[in-house]
């Protein structure tokens, strides 16, 4: 509910955030979103198209001290550009109409992810002089990722840009590929956070069987995760005092065929399709390594999750992830190195006593934490509305 000790009111308006089909996607906008509502009331607006709805539907409730809307609407052929437009923008406006029977007024608005809903937030400040802010995830801006902006959203995404108080990257790396589309800021960093209550160090780590965890969609174009079971096949000659464990949400079947291909001892591989977080924190707290081979990132939860668990990292040197680890939690390697990955895997096996978790977890604490979170995002609202 409401809380009247909160001076400001932010409206959420977010470009993807779970819904009852897609319950993962953009989950880490919805963990900011609960970490704002420390200090200020929160309603998250995000609408989104499935096949056989006619007309519009509004699922409103409130969840973890945030008002969430979503506004579900049917799909358009891909024939019909501006009728699909036109459907998006009312979604939101009754959207946005419902969140006013609650919240009464809206002191500004945090966009999450520049395109699509980037194009109501526009509408918002023009109609209502409503300022905004952004926070930004997608790798998409990004040289290395093969996902390119079309003319349309280019153009607003600049136009959306330009109009912004102030713009949020999780990660220098992602500010840089923001500026070079021409999009002056001013800008903010401020990271994913983390559910340190949910991750934490948790009791201590058995060392008969050194664990190793991967958690990703599991999508092997972008977190490679042929070349990690390649590795492991290599590595099962030279050892076995190693488990590793895969955690996604599809391609499993993929993954148990290339295990077989590659001669792979069935108990020194589990894979896991889609489970909870609290399960995820569960693997975490009994893992001792925290592997992430990907060819392409921006600032991954998984990492900081695995840090906030005690867990040293292994990873790739792509997008953000090299301002997550350094000489006390982790090691980087380069993207598809998979000699590198063998090397430096096999020797953190014999080098985990290296590592103080303690000192992992308090460090992960400290900068991902909820409140920490919060407190910037506060800053940048006042300012924003001073």
Same mark, same amino acid.
Request: aromatic letters at 10%.
């Given at each position: 509910?409401?809380?009247? #000790?909160?001076? %400001?009111?932010?409206?959420?308006?977010?470009?993807?955030?779970?819904?009852?089909?897609?319950? @993962?996607?953009?989950?880490?906008?919805?963990?900011?979103?609960?970490? *704002?509502?420390? /200090? =200020?009331?929160? $309603? =998250?607006?995000?609408?989104?198209?499935?096949?056989?709805?006619?007309?519009?539907?509004?699922?409103? !409730?409130?969840?973890?001290?945030?008002?969430?809307?979503?506004?579900?609407?049917?799909?358009?052929?891909?024939?019909?550009?501006?009728?699909?437009?036109?459907?998006?923008?009312?979604?939101?406006?009754?959207?946005?109409?419902?969140?006013?029977?609650?919240? !009464?007024?809206?002191?500004?608005?945090?966009?999450?992810?520049?395109?699509?809903?980037?194009?109501?937030?526009?509408? %918002?400040?023009?109609?209502?002089?409503?300022?905004?802010?952004?926070?930004?995830?997608?790798?998409?801006?990004?040289?290395?990722?093969?996902?390119?902006?079309?003319?349309? +959203?280019?153009?607003?995404?600049?136009?959306?840009?330009?109009?912004?108080?102030?713009?949020?990257? &999780?990660?220098?790396?992602?500010?840089?590929?923001?500026?070079?589309?021409?999009?002056?800021?001013?800008?903010?960093?401020?990271?994913?956070?983390?559910?340190?209550?949910?991750?934490?160090?948790?009791?201590?780590?058995?060392?008969?069987?050194?664990?190793?965890?991967?958690?990703?969609?599991?999508?092997? !174009?972008?977190?490679?995760?042929? #070349?990690?079971?390649? &590795?492991?096949?290599?590595?099962?000659?030279?050892?076995?005092?190693?488990?590793?464990?895969? $955690?996604?949400?599809?391609?499993?079947? %993929?993954?148990?065929?290339?295990?077989?291909?590659?001669?792979? @001892?069935?108990?020194?591989?589990?894979?896991?399709?889609?489970?909870?977080?609290?399960?995820?924190? $569960?693997?975490? @707290? +009994?893992?001792?390594?925290?592997?992430?081979?990907?060819?392409?990132?921006?600032?991954?939860?998984?990492?900081?999750? $695995?840090?906030?668990?005690?867990?040293?990292?292994?990873?790739?040197? &792509?997008?953000? &992830?090299?301002?997550?680890?350094?000489?006390?939690?982790?090691?980087?390697?380069?993207?598809?190195?998979?000699?590198?990955?063998?090397?430096?895997? /096999?020797?953190?096996?014999?080098?985990?006593?290296?590592?103080?978790?303690?000192?992992?977890?308090?460090?992960?604490?400290?900068?991902?934490?909820?409140?920490? *979170?919060?407190? @910037?995002?506060?800053?940048?609202?006042?300012?924003?509305?001073?």
């Amino acid at each position: 509910m409401i809380n009247p #000790g909160h001076s %400001l009111n932010i409206l959420f308006l977010a470009s993807w955030y779970p819904t009852r089909v897609e319950p @993962q996607n953009g989950n880490f906008i919805q963990r900011h979103a609960e970490a *704002v509502s420390l /200090n =200020c009331n929160v $309603a =998250c607006l995000h609408v989104f198209s499935i096949p056989g709805i006619k007309g519009f539907e509004i699922d409103a !409730q409130w969840r973890n001290n945030v008002f969430e809307v979503i506004v579900y609407f049917g799909k358009t052929g891909k024939y019909f550009p501006l009728r699909k437009i036109n459907r998006y923008l009312k979604a939101h406006r009754l959207g946005f109409k419902k969140v006013l029977e609650v919240f !009464q007024k809206i002191d500004l608005v945090h966009l999450n992810v520049f395109f699509p809903a980037g194009i109501f937030a526009l509408e %918002l400040q023009r109609k209502y002089s409503l300022p905004f802010v952004i926070t930004e995830h997608w790798t998409a801006f990004l040289d290395i990722n093969p996902h390119a902006f079309n003319w349309f +959203e280019k153009f607003y995404i600049i136009k959306t840009g330009k109009g912004a108080a102030c713009i949020c990257p &999780v990660s220098y790396d992602l500010k840089k590929a923001i500026e070079n589309m021409g999009i002056p800021g001013p800008y903010k960093i401020i990271p994913n956070v983390v559910d340190t209550n949910l991750f934490h160090l948790g009791k201590r780590r058995d060392f008969t069987i050194k664990k190793i965890l991967h958690v990703s969609t599991l999508n092997d !174009q972008h977190k490679n995760v042929i #070349g990690i079971l390649r &590795v492991t096949a290599r590595l099962q000659k030279e050892r076995q005092d190693f488990k590793l464990t895969l $955690a996604g949400n599809k391609y499993g079947d %993929l993954h148990h065929r290339h295990i077989d291909q590659l001669g792979i @001892q069935k108990e020194l591989v589990e894979i896991h399709e889609e489970i909870p977080l609290e399960a995820i924190a $569960a693997m975490m @707290q +009994e893992h001792h390594i925290f592997v992430l081979f990907s060819n392409y990132e921006n600032l991954p939860c998984v990492i900081s999750e $695995a840090q906030a668990s005690g867990m040293v990292v292994l990873a790739t040197d &792509v997008g953000g &992830v090299n301002e997550m680890i350094d000489a006390k939690n982790g090691l980087l390697i380069k993207a598809k190195d998979e000699e590198a990955l063998y090397k430096q895997l /096999n020797s953190l096996l014999d080098r985990l006593d290296d590592y103080d978790p303690q000192e992992i977890s308090r460090s992960a604490k400290a900068r991902y934490s909820y409140q920490s *979170v919060a407190d @910037q995002y506060l800053e940048v609202y006042q300012s924003t509305l001073e």
